[in-house]
């Protein structure tokens, strides 16, 4: 099975930074995307950024410019550099593992509030 922990959520004031990390573990292989996913309160879990094995990034366009998604190539990780932090990217964020065969998944979840 695979595994996906997520560690770096918190509290920060208006225009901090954050950087979230996702490790995961178990039989990974042929990885297709690495992603971050966001859920506020009340409402639908969105795409943040995302990472392809080739190295391709999209974000969302509430995010360009201020997030950086990167791989740490010495394992299987990823992470989500956040500077700029506004209040509206108050949310659980979760990290996204697709493998080959649509095969999906999810970390567990870590919390970054931003406080105006």
């Known amino acids: 099975q695979v595994q996906l922990v997520e560690s770096g959520g918190g509290l920060v004031q208006t225009g901090g930074s954050l950087r979230l990390s996702c490790a995961a573990s178990?039989?990974?292989?042929?990885?297709?995307?690495m992603g971050w996913y966001r859920q506020a309160p009340g409402k639908q879990r969105e795409l943040v950024a995302t990472?392809?094995?080739?190295?391709?990034?999209n974000y969302a366009d509430s995010v360009k410019g201020r997030f950086t998604i990167s791989r740490d190539n010495a394992k299987i990780a990823w992470n989500l550099q956040m500077n700029s932090l506004k209040p509206e990217d108050t949310a659980v964020y979760y990290c996204?593992?697709?493998?080959?065969?649509?095969?999906?998944?999810w970390g567990q979840g870590t919390q970054v509030t931003v406080s105006s």
């Open positions: 996204n593992l697709e493998l080959t065969g649509a095969r999906t998944y």
């Open positions: 990472l392809t094995i080739g190295g391709w990034t």
């Open positions: 178990g039989s990974i292989f042929s990885i297709v995307v």
